[in-house]
């Protein structure tokens, strides 16, 4: 419940920001470009950091890493790999930071993972993809999502399929046998998206859609999972004109 008020907060953050910047610029900012109104409402994320870390340390270091696939180092600390980029966990704390440098994560990227490590009950990938609508409660949020998502692969996509092909096989996506192509991403440790993409033609538009392995609920709520899926549209677009990612929302690392 407490995540499902804050990434309602966070969407709300993207809605004012766009049309407070957009009245002082004479134009609306796109819905990822960072706003100094989006970093105020993101620091309200630190219950959700809160919550998540009481959880882990109820738990302990060992059965978070077994229950969430996560790997541990000498240290004890838990590692894994978020979007491409590694992070640990200091299991004294439950802190996260990044792996590259050790400097802690911005509020945004910390309660998605701890997020996904409170939530994790060890259920293995089930090998078989769903849409946004078939998570729980998605019915009530698929035409946002898909706005957000696959519809906006689809507009800003310069190249179309065989733009998606070398950005997906550049990020290391898994192909699958679905759609005119489709690649599956191991966004977190057990927790796997996919992007389809459907090439148009004369009488169609193209499409693209982001799936969901069945048991993606296993580790994130519907509203987090939503968030992945525009964050892996993202890095998409970005790996297709060879920028180096960084999460859209996010007020640090």
């Not at 701890?114 to 698929?142: H, K």
């Not at 048991?215 to 920028?243: C, F, W």
Request: proline share 4%; glycine share 10%; charged share 20%.
């Amino acid at each position: 419940m407490l995540w499902g008020i804050c990434a309602s907060t966070l969407a709300a953050a993207m809605i004012t920001g766009k049309l407070q910047a957009g009245k002082r610029r004479g134009r609306m900012l796109r819905a990822t470009e960072p706003t100094p109104h989006m970093h105020e409402w993101l620091d309200r994320l630190a219950p959700v950091v809160q919550a998540a870390q009481a959880t882990l340390r109820s738990r302990g270091a060992d059965m978070v890493a077994r229950l969430s696939g996560c790997a541990r180092d000498a240290e004890g600390n838990l590692r894994l790999t978020f979007l491409g980029k590694d992070y640990l966990v200091t299991p004294a704390d439950f802190c996260v930071r990044a792996a590259a440098d050790l400097r802690e994560v911005s509020s945004f990227i910390g309660s998605l993972i701890l997020t996904y490590l409170a939530n994790a009950d060890g259920a293995p990938p089930a090998g078989q993809w769903i849409g946004f609508r078939e998570l729980p409660d998605g019915m009530f949020y698929v035409q946002a999502f898909q706005s957000y998502s696959g519809g906006r692969l689809v507009r800003e996509l310069q190249g179309g399929l065989a733009a998606f092909h070398r950005a997906a096989q550049r990020m290391g996506g898994r192909a699958l046998a679905l759609g005119s192509a489709a690649y599956a991403f191991e966004v977190l440790p057990r927790l796997w998206l996919a992007l389809l993409y459907w090439e148009g033609d004369d009488e169609f538009p193209s499409q693209a859609q982001v799936l969901f392995d069945r048991n993606a609920s296993h580790y994130l709520p519907t509203d987090g999972l939503a968030i992945l899926g525009g964050q892996l549209v993202s890095m998409l677009l970005k790996t297709a004109t060879r920028e180096t990612y960084k999460p859209d929302i996010s007020s640090g690392n």
